[in-house]
């Protein structure tokens, strides 16, 4: 599975846009890219994926360039709650052993 | 959709004990999977089922580590012989595989904290 780069943290005020980057470089064609997030003492959960074209839904746009080769998460109005690590994955989608990185902290502010 | 369950939430031990884990995935899903989170670090693959069969073992499973599914449903993480290195949170996940489909997302259950003394 091809690995992610992404920053170690973000900060971000309530009710602003959050964009979390992503680098996967060396992703492959039938590699999708998955984004989860993780709140504090809970599971990972599931926010959205994507293989060529932009995504959108009730959380949040997952926008992939078109080289694919490195992507961006929008959250459009952060709140508090969307307080969490944030993870970018690439996987083939086959058998989701997920490669999980070190994430994005990001911090919502007032 | 009651979630995936996993219980204990924590769990203190002396090195040298064993332990279970268990997991009830949502009640539909097929898959369940296992995977372990130490501090600061994003979750680590261990093994997968697809029903009842042990379809992959990482190697990070030793064989201190045993997994089950016996009847397709609930599974159960055992650990025999804990050392401190196996401190972790042990996460469980489920989804349902139905045919050739792929990316179906994984949900979580808020997991197992080991703490081995």
């Known amino acids: 599975d091809a690995k992610t780069t992404q920053p170690p943290s973000m900060d971000c005020a309530e009710g602003r846009a959050a964009n979390l980057p992503c680098n996967h470089s060396?992703?492959?064609?039938?590699?999708?890219v998955y984004w989860y997030r993780q709140i504090h003492s809970q599971g990972p959960q599931y926010i959205i994926h994507g293989l060529k074209n932009n995504e959108t839904n009730e959380m949040a746009s997952l926008i992939i360039t078109e080289d694919r080769k490195s992507s961006t998460l929008i959250l459009p109005h952060a709140t508090l709650r969307d307080t969490a690590v944030y993870y970018c994955i690439v996987d083939t989608g086959t058998a989701s052993k997920l490669t999980f990185g070190t994430g994005t902290r990001l911090q919502v502010t007032l | 959709d009651t979630g995936v369950s996993q219980n204990p939430r924590h769990k203190i031990t002396k090195r040298g004990q064993n332990v279970t884990f268990r997991c009830d995935p949502i009640?539909?899903?097929?898959?369940l999977y296992w995977y372990r989170q130490t501090l600061g670090q994003g979750p680590e693959f261990l093994t997968y089922?697809?029903?009842?069969?042990?379809?992959?073992k990482s190697r990070l499973l030793s064989d201190r580590f045993s997994a089950e599914r016996p009847k397709g449903s609930f599974s159960t993480l055992e650990i025999q012989r804990t050392e401190q290195g196996d401190s972790a949170m042990y996460l469980c996940?489920?989804?349902?595989?139905?045919?050739?489909?792929?990316?179906?997302?994984?949900?979580f259950g808020s997991g197992t904290q080991l703490s081995v003394l």
């Open positions: 009640s539909e899903h097929n898959r």
């Open positions: 996940a489920s989804n349902r595989r139905r045919g050739v489909s792929t990316n179906e997302k994984l949900f």
């Open positions: 089922f697809q029903n009842e069969a042990q379809l992959e």
């Open positions: 060396t992703i492959s064609g039938n590699e999708y």
